[in-house]
Structures are given as structure tokens and as C-alpha cells.
């Protein structure tokens, strides 16, 4: 089977952040090819991990354990569910459900950003929790 990656684009993973508080945060996603729910499930993470940071960090994905392979994973709309279970000096692992399927484990690493504040991620951050109340 040969994947179309030429259009990927990362920033059409999420459409909404529903609930985000220090220790979860929901997201919606519109449907997407499944690499691209993964990505949106890695997104959801990375978002929650600079929300706590006050956007001054820079996030990675470092690992996806115990995610159970759905060849339609994406095929309707997700909403992701991130439950913070423990975070380090380094980074933080997540137990991520998705449409309440059963639950994998992400594990975010981050850095201090070089500059003082991350706007971009902010800023998108902002968006798409206003386009989940409008919703």
C-alpha cells in the first residue's frame, strides 16, 4: 500500500481544544488520513505540555507505546482525551484516549526556547480554544 504524504500538513490535525486544564486536555480533530490522527494525537500532548509552560518551551514527541493499529483511525471525527501521569524536569507521559477506544501512552520531551516566548504555538493554542466554545 502506498501512502500520499505530499500533502500533509500538521497544522490540519486539530480543530478545536475543548478542556485543557493542568493535568488534561481534550481536542477535537475534523477527519483525517490516519498518519495524521497520530499526529494529532501527538499534537494534543505537545499543546497541553507548553500550556503548562507558559508557551516558553519547545515540545517533541519522543515515544507512542501500546497504540493498537486501526486502519480507520481518523476515517470520522476523534476526540482526543491526554491525561498528564507524570512529568519530569525533561518532558511528560501522557495515557491518550481516543473517541474512548482504549488508551495509548505518549511520552513529550521539551526544551527551554531560545527566545522568551513561543507566539506561534500561543497563539494557536488561543485559536483553537475559542473555536471550540463557538462551536
Known amino acids: ?17 475543548l478542556f485543557c486544564d ?5 481536542t477535537r480533530t475534523p477527519s483525517l488520513p490516519p498518519y495524521l490522527a497520530l499526529e494529532a494525537m501527538a499534537q494534543t ?6 500550556h503548562r509552560h507558559g508557551f516558553q518551551i519547545q515540545a517533541y514527541l519522543v515515544s ?16 482526543i482525551r491526554a491525561n498528564m501521569i507524570a512529568e519530569t ?14 488508551t495509548c501512552r505518549i511520552l513529550i520531551g521539551h526544551d527551554a ?4 516566548l513561543d507566539t ?15 462551536a
Open 22 to 26: 493542568e493535568r488534561e486536555i481534550v
Open 89 to 102: 524536569k525533561a518532558g511528560a507521559s501522557y495515557a491518550v484516549t481516543v473517541n474512548d477506544g482504549p
Open 64 to 79: 507512542v507505546a501500546d497504540l493498537l493499529y486501526d486502519p480507520d483511525l481518523g476515517t470520522e471525527p476523534l476526540t
Open 1 to 17: 500500500m502506498d501512502l500520499d504524504f505530499s500533502s500533509f500538513d500538521p497544522s490540519t490535525a486539530l480543530d478545536a481544544i
Open 120 to 134: 506561534l504555538f500561543q497563539s494557536r493554542f488561543t485559536c483553537l480554544t475559542k473555536t471550540s466554545s463557538s
Open 45 to 50: 500532548c505537545g499543546m497541553h505540555l507548553r
Open 113 to 116: 526556547r531560545p527566545t522568551s
